[in-house]
């Protein structure tokens, strides 16, 4: 028979089962400090129609997206997980409870050109509040100590959440008079770390801005301190503009509450030059980076917006969000050796039969089970020697030899596959259980 | 602007966030139990190359598939985690480790005709044993337990698995002369719950069966009694057959050591109309069904075959393996009130602060949170009123209410939500969880 040659595509993240792990661990660890907040679990078709899921996008999206007819039927598949909870929100809207606090972990897609480090497949892990008609500038407050958590329980300590808020930038732009042009501008501050300020000031010149504006535009981002400094300097600016001066209000409102929330000082800070995407975000905008990592990007970005559901309703569905999108942060994390693939087992336990009937073996592994620790038993009639060796690449823990010998004299023979220790015990689940080092006990 | 309604596609299916807390708690039983056994996840692409993912495919499932160009690829959404599986094991041989026990639960897409009850979008919850040349008869054995376990964890006791062999069906086929519309036959016998003996002996004669296969085929499925008692009478056929033998033997096999495995008697039984598909399934077969819910069809089916990834690669790689469908299987219970959707929040815990500052509710929220316990803030400014009826409406079982009095006394009030018991007592996150009956508390 031909053989047809067994490959994935460029762009679709396919881990072996040891990375497989550590991924799911950290999904997981996002999943439970989500439900730590009480946020509610949705799941969205990854089909959508087209007509529903593009109500919004344009442009670079549209290009992006993986679009097909079947049947009669114009279908797209989801490039993020907003569209569909706007969508969903709006659709179940008589049956949701508001603020609705949903989390979301899911696959998007979106056909980019393949590079190394760019998925056209990957999961983005989503947390949204929405408000029905009004949604306190609190819950603005609250997201930075999620996101703390988040990476703290990941292990990591040196990140830092950037805040900012679009109003202040929006504001700014009205006063000087460069209210149309404010996209391309924040198209260029976004660049200063890139290409730095000399090369950012031609680019402004280039676009007609003149030199008073862009004078103020320096001044404003150039804005240093702790964070209560730049609050006070973005008082004193003297702009007289109203968004500007409620963007100042809500970022000292969140900035007060932040601490509160128990974020320690050194984990989040105010920069101004942040602005996310370009017309969706209208107030509070948020980017996490870790430290040591800058080249990785933003881990987890978001920020608050007017209006979820625009193209679907007329009520008025105010929120704030964030997302981690977790398959790029796990290739980064692990092509920079950060993270590391420790376990290449489920099992914490594998069972050895060296006999005939099976029966005592199936026992204590059910027994062992009952107990919370996961355990295989080793079915296939090979010699001694190749059950270890596959227990050693499996790299599991703990092996329980059970022989002729051990059944006559109700024991079993344990081995520590790390120290090499060995000792016959009696065969008893609990006696086994003390030997078990760092393993996880959680009865059913 | 105009609206575009906010719909989601049939066939699609979609929950309310209440639902959905019962399917994660299903999915989530499901996955805890394939880890109690050592099976390791793997999470391939939703999207394939329709060249890899067709490789066998033909008829019916091609049909149905979801294929579309994008840019020069020709690509298919997979219709099932077992095509998947071989690629992945083919693709990934050399760095697994076999007996490969592998489990993956995931979305899988066929196009079928819209129905109530028909999903085109399902999530399929698979394990299964690869063995690298050959894979002992024992783990035929094993999955029934696995099965078992996971249906008695989740609630269920009066449910059978049906065990068959198609190498007693083929050989059977192959004595009477009837190999080449052995598929035919299977079909036909397939109908016999149906259509009754008589239909089918009508089919029977239809497509040129003689009477006396006739008979032998009646002979064979009629067999009655007890597990022993079949598999008695089987060796009494006589016939012949090597196949048939084969089969016979292995049979008696797996069913020596599912009891062995722990499986009761009344959880499973041999079923000699169960045949599984046509021509992927070369040894053991199951099939489970809820006793009082046969209507349900069968809720975890699969079987042992000779050869996952023929189409991939010339190492001979036989496998058993079963699948849970899961959308399907939710949808029914559902349906039919077999299960029910008893929390319609994530949170345990509803804190109420009724005062400017937060930093008490906040704390308490942090400490709740490090014991376990998932807590929310009510963080919208709102009278006392509104927000007991978010917590009643979410049905959050107890309340915490902190005030500037509560705050003063260093104390908080907290009302058990079910009961209507309220209590005045010390701000002290032990004293709070002394008080959460049937919440889990699990110290992180």
Not at 319 to 333: D, M
Request: aromatic share 10%.
């Amino acid at each position: 028979m031909t053989k047809i040659e067994p490959r994935t595509l460029a762009g679709f993240m396919e881990l072996l089962p040891n990375e497989q792990i550590l991924f799911n661990q950290i999904k997981e660890t996002i999943e439970t400090t989500y439900k730590k907040y009480g946020f509610l679990p949705i799941d969205t078709p990854i089909i959508e129609l087209s007509e529903v899921l593009l109500a919004k996008a344009g442009g670079e999206t549209e290009k992006q997206i993986y679009r097909f007819q079947k049947g009669d039927n114009d279908l797209s598949l989801r490039f993020d997980l907003t569209v569909p909870l706007a969508k969903y929100v709006a659709k179940n809207y008589g049956n949701l409870s508001f603020p609705f606090r949903r989390y979301q972990i899911g696959k998007v897609y979106r056909g980019e050109r393949a590079q190394k480090g760019r998925y056209r497949e990957f999961y983005q892990c989503d947390i949204d509040i929405i408000g029905d008609g009004e949604l306190d500038i609190i819950n603005d407050a609250e997201i930075p100590s999620i996101i703390y958590d988040i990476f703290t329980n990941l292990g990591f300590e040196d990140f830092t959440i950037r805040i900012n808020n679009r109003k202040i930038l929006n504001g700014l732009f009205e006063e000087i008079g460069q209210k149309e042009q404010s996209e391309e501008i924040l198209r260029i501050i976004d660049k200063i770390e890139k290409i730095g300020k000399e090369a950012v000031v031609e680019e402004f010149e280039k676009i007609g801005v003149n030199s008073e504006q862009i004078n103020k535009i320096i001044e404003f981002i150039e804005i240093e301190g702790t964070t209560n400094e730049k609050l006070e300097k973005l008082e004193k600016l003297n702009i007289e503009n109203e968004t500007y001066k409620q963007g100042v209000k809500e970022l000292k409102e969140v900035i007060k509450n932040i601490k509160i929330f128990g974020v320690p000082e050194k984990n989040f800070k105010v920069d101004l030059t942040i602005a996310r995407g370009l017309d969706y975000y209208t107030g509070t905008v948020y980017e996490t980076f870790l430290n040591e990592y800058r080249e990785i990007g933003s881990v987890c970005s978001g920020g608050r917006y007017e209006n979820l559901a625009e193209y679907y309703t007329n009520k008025k569905l105010p929120g704030v969000g964030v997302s981690i999108g977790l398959t790029r942060l796990f290739y980064k994390l692990n092509e920079l050796n950060i993270i590391k693939a420790t376990k290449r087992a489920v099992a914490e336990v594998l069972i050895i039969p060296m006999l005939e009937n099976l029966t005592e073996p199936i026992k204590l592994a059910t027994k062992l089970r009952k107990m919370g620790i996961n355990t295989e038993i080793f079915l296939n009639n090979k010699k001694l020697k190749a059950k270890f060796k596959y227990a050693d690449k499996l790299e599991i823990p703990y092996v329980v030899v059970i022989g002729e010998d051990e059944v006559k004299e109700n024991k079993v023979t344990i081995k520590n596959m790390k120290t090499g220790e060995e000792e016959k015990i009696a065969n008893d689940e609990v006696e086994i259980i003390k030997r078990l080092e760092g393993v996880n006990i959680k009865i059913d």
